[in-house]
């Protein structure tokens, strides 16, 4: 079984930046064989896919409406997945979910955190 914890959500206004940590805990070992996921679901809209770390490799994947502004990056020894985001926009506003998979690239990723919320204002 695999915990994750989200954190560094919060206010920021458009333009700005914010940093979102996921920490693994658990059966997370090695953690670099785990695909991490980012993921976002705005108010009343599907949640969608953000950014990927692909297992062992750390190829990294964005959302076409993410490209250049956000950056999922790991650190394997501290078993924890970040999104950097810059340049914030209003639309970047909702809930920002981690998850991991031991599959390369998951259709449906088994691990989940809880969310944290990330509000931009215009």
């Known amino acids: 079984q695999v915990q994750l914890v989200e954190s560094g959500g919060g206010l920021v206004q458009a333009g700005g930046s914010l940093k979102l940590s996921c920490a693994a805990s658990?059966?997370?070992?090695?953690?670099?064989?785990?695909?991490m996921g980012w993921f976002r679901q705005a108010p009343g809209k599907e949640r969608e896919f953000v950014a990927r770390?692909?297992?062992?490799?750390?190829?990294?994947y964005y959302a076409d409406s993410v490209k250049g502004r956000f950056t999922i990056s790991r650190d394997n020894a501290k078993t924890t997945v970040y999104l950097q985001m810059n340049s914030l926009k209003p639309e970047d506003t909702g809930v920002y979910y981690c998850?991991?998979?031991?599959?390369?690239?998951?259709?449906?990723?088994?691990?989940w955190g809880q969310g944290t919320q990330v509000t931009v204002s215009s």
């Open positions: 998850a991991a998979d031991t599959r390369e690239i998951p259709i449906k990723y088994g691990y």
């Open positions: 658990g059966r997370t070992f090695p953690f670099s064989s785990y695909t």
């Open positions: 770390s692909t297992r062992n490799v750390d190829t990294r």
